[in-house]
């Protein structure tokens, strides 16, 4: 079946580490997303890609890093410069980026890595 | 930049009583999400509609472009749809916006048996 899937589903981490998230999927999807959910607030946006080789900062990007050197991978890094890393990290993914008028098709999640940094 | 508003946040019902979730943005979109977060944090999309209706089993969605609204209706609800319901829309007016959505904050569904 296709799908996304990112691991690990939950990651303790020292303050002063880097980490990285793994997100990886199978359904031929051009565009790729990072988003970060803090409690009470909604989705935002951390990186995203349109192709492989290429990506984009979103609202949120300070301290992460992404790569996309294959199509189904899109991996995160969150660096010790992330001052707040605890949080939950949605991976997703769509036929096409977003664009006002652009129709992308159906979005596609992962279950999420939970980050607690200790 | 598009602002997305979930009405209610939190909504409270007893098994099979009919269920509406309110979305307003505040720029014209190409399409409108809805999405259903599970307890254990994953998200499914339900829907993608950009006009009229869409319907899937007992998940109903509505879509009025001009007044820039929607409804995410669960008819017949039951104790498994409890889960956190959230709608999303492409973030910029005009020219490109590629990447962005903006989410609401979520409408938390608790139904009772």
């Known amino acids: 079946d296709g799908g996304i899937t990112q691991s690990p589903k939950y990651l303790f981490r020292k303050e002063g580490q880097n980490v990285t998230l793994s997100c990886e999927q199978n359904l031929n999807h051009d565009a790729m997303y990072w988003y970060r959910q803090d409690p009470g607030q909604g989705l935002r946006l951390i990186y995203y890609?349109?192709?492989?080789?290429?990506?984009q900062k979103g609202d949120i990007a300070e301290g992460y890093s992404v790569s996309r050197e294959k199509k189904e991978s899109f991996p995160l890094t969150v660096t010790s410069a992330q001052k707040n890393p605890t949080a939950f990290y949605l991976c997703?993914?769509?036929?096409?980026?977003?664009?006002?008028?652009?129709?992308?098709?159906?979005?596609?999640f992962g279950e999420g890595s939970r980050l607690t940094v200790l | 930049k598009n602002e997305v508003e979930q009405s209610p946040q939190n909504l409270t019902a007893q098994e099979g009583e009919f269920i509406t979730i309110n979305c307003s943005y505040s720029v014209g979109i190409s399409a409108l999400h809805w999405l259903q977060q599970h307890p254990g944090g994953g998200i499914v999309s339900l829907f993608m509609?950009?006009?009229g209706k869409k319907k899937h089993g007992r998940l109903i969605a509505t879509i009025n472009i001009q007044e820039k609204h929607s409804s995410l209706h669960i008819t017949a609800s039951h104790p498994r749809d409890s889960a956190v319901y959230i709608c999303?829309?492409?973030?910029?007016?005009?020219?490109?916006?590629?990447?962005?959505?903006?989410f609401g904050q979520g409408t938390i569904l608790t139904v009772h048996p």
């Open positions: 999303a829309a492409p973030a910029n007016a005009g020219g490109t916006s590629y990447g962005k959505l903006t």
């Open positions: 509609l950009s006009s």
């Open positions: 997703a993914s769509s036929h096409r980026v977003f664009g006002q008028t652009t129709n992308t098709g159906e979005l596609f």
């Open positions: 890609s349109q192709i492989v080789n290429d990506f």
